[in-house]
């Protein structure tokens, strides 16, 4: 990119890099939590799988405006298209989850499936979203405090992963 002008790269502001990814998950947990306690409807699902679409959307969006120092342009249909990838696979993919979750007890490979169907959607409204976005050269990149450096922002990835990888297994 910008034959390799460190001064153009892209730079991320930490805080709302934070929210993008704590976002998501507190959406997913709530609809996970709102289906654990009562009983699964139909109602529920549709709810469910617009939230958790919305929330999917939200982390790509929230992560745009963390970029310092390009300004995001979106084409209004891409928007659109990648709101209803997520919404349809989430609503989709929860439905299938919670529906027969009851004959899955011991079945990992059917819960895979649905883990890869949601993956597939977040990938995919990624994909629709980015393509119809343009970046804006704004302002020259300024180092400080709220701006995460490449290495600060590997430690905190990997980190995360390793912390989820923890609790998978436990």
């Known amino acids: 990119m910008a034959d390799g002008d460190k001064s153009l790269r892209i730079v991320y ?3 709302f890099t934070a929210g993008s990814l704590i976002m998501p998950i507190a959406i997913i947990a709530g609809a996970f939590f709102a289906f654990s306690i009562s009983k699964v409807s139909i109602l529920r699902t549709l709810i469910g799988g617009f939230l958790v679409g919305l929330g999917i959307c939200g982390m790509h969006y929230l992560g745009q405006v963390s970029i310092f120092d390009y300004k995001a342009v979106y084409a209004a249909a891409n928007i659109v298209g990648a709101a209803m990838i997520a919404v349809a696979a989430s609503t989709v993919a929860l439905g299938l989850f919670f529906y027969l979750n009851s004959n899955w007890t011991n079945n990992w490979l059917k819960r895979f499936a649905c883990a890869k169907l949601l993956a597939a959607a977040v990938s ?24 995460l450096s490449r290495k600060d922002t ?17």
Do not use: D, E
């Not at 995919?124 to 701006?147: E, L, R």
């Not at 590997?154 to 436990?170: D, E, G, K, N, Y």
């Open 13 to 15: 502001n930490g805080g």
């Open 154 to 170: 590997v430690i905190i990835v990997c980190s995360l992963v390793a912390s989820q990888l923890r609790f998978t297994q436990a």
């Open 124 to 147: 995919g409204m990624h994909w629709v979203a980015s393509v119809g976005t343009t970046y804006q050269y704004k302002i020259p990149p300024h180092a400080g405090s709220a701006i």
